[in-house]
């Protein structure tokens, strides 16, 4: 099984397009698709995946915020509504005959600002309040754009902060592993790049440790931010599954004319 993670940078219906043709010439199982705003192209993306037989969880964020979302054709046999605060910014969705848990999040970035940085805080900490509720029910995965590097990250970047650290240190202790540092333990990979050059690894794949052994890779794809269909690289995690996952046969259709939500 394959998932794939992008932030698709609140797309222009254009962009949108592209990214549904590159992603339509993969075969993915699920794909966790970050920073989706309400534009047309962002509504062209939820209602391709939907139309095209995925099924879907979103809620459409307000008109200045972003949000995620998720889309499988693994059959899915429950979802789950994200955390009390910013909602829109995370979801999950349990796999059938498994235990298997799908967990998607945009983290808010920041700036120096109080209120961002306070924005941002309080969505972590309802994000975790969210995670440890699944705890010891799930077996989970969780992807997305997680806007926090790792404490040991090369280069390091003195304007994160202790508690941005420690939101990474949580999710240890909920047992959640991460799989690109399982396999690949001091490899330098950045995810997104700032005007300088200086990169970030902000998008993750965290898995639980009950079936990290089942990881059987977990890599960035340059190709999204190198061919310009976003500012960032996606992420597909390959992972051995026990059971039969019914699958659907879909094919993404990438020309619709984007709906209101």
């Keep these: 099984m394959r998932v794939l993670t992008l932030n698709v ?14 992603l339509g010439g993969r075969r993915d199982d699920v794909l966790v698709l970050t920073e989706v705003g309400n534009g047309p192209g962002s509504r062209l993306l939820a209602d391709a995946l939907s139309c095209s037989g995925y099924t879907t969880v979103f809620e459409a964020p307000p008109s200045d915020e972003r949000g995620v979302l998720l889309a499988s054709r693994l059959e899915v046999v429950e979802t789950i509504p994200g955390p009390a605060y910013l909602p829109w910014r995370a979801g999950a969705m349990r796999l059938a005959n498994s235990r298997l848990l799908v967990v998607g999040t945009y983290v808010p970035s920041r ?28 077996e989970r995965l969780l992807v997305g754009d997680l806007n926090v590097v790792e404490r040991r990250h090369v280069p390091y970047y003195p304007f994160f902060q202790e508690w941005e650290y420690a939101f990474l240190d949580t999710l ?15 490899d330098c990979e950045y995810s997104w790049k700032d005007r300088n050059g200086e990169g970030y690894r902000y998008d993750h794949s965290f ?52 709906s209101l939500f």
């Design 9 to 22: 940078a609140n797309p222009s219906l254009a962009r949108a397009e592209r990214q549904l043709t590159w």
């Design 207 to 258: 898995v639980e440790a009950s079936v990290a052994a089942a990881v059987q890779s977990c890599f960035y794809a340059h190709a999204t931010r190198e061919e310009r269909l976003s500012d960032h690289s996606a992420m597909a995690l390959d992972i051995k599954v026990d059971a039969a996952i019914p699958t659907r046969d879909v094919q993404i259709i990438a020309s619709l004319q984007p």
């Design 111 to 138: 700036d120096a600002s109080w209120g961002k940085t306070e924005r941002k805080r309080q969505f972590i900490s309802a994000f975790c309040t969210w995670m440890h509720a699944q705890s010891g029910i799930y």
């Design 172 to 186: 240890s202790v909920f047992g959640l592993i991460d799989a690109f540092r399982l396999l690949t333990p001091s």
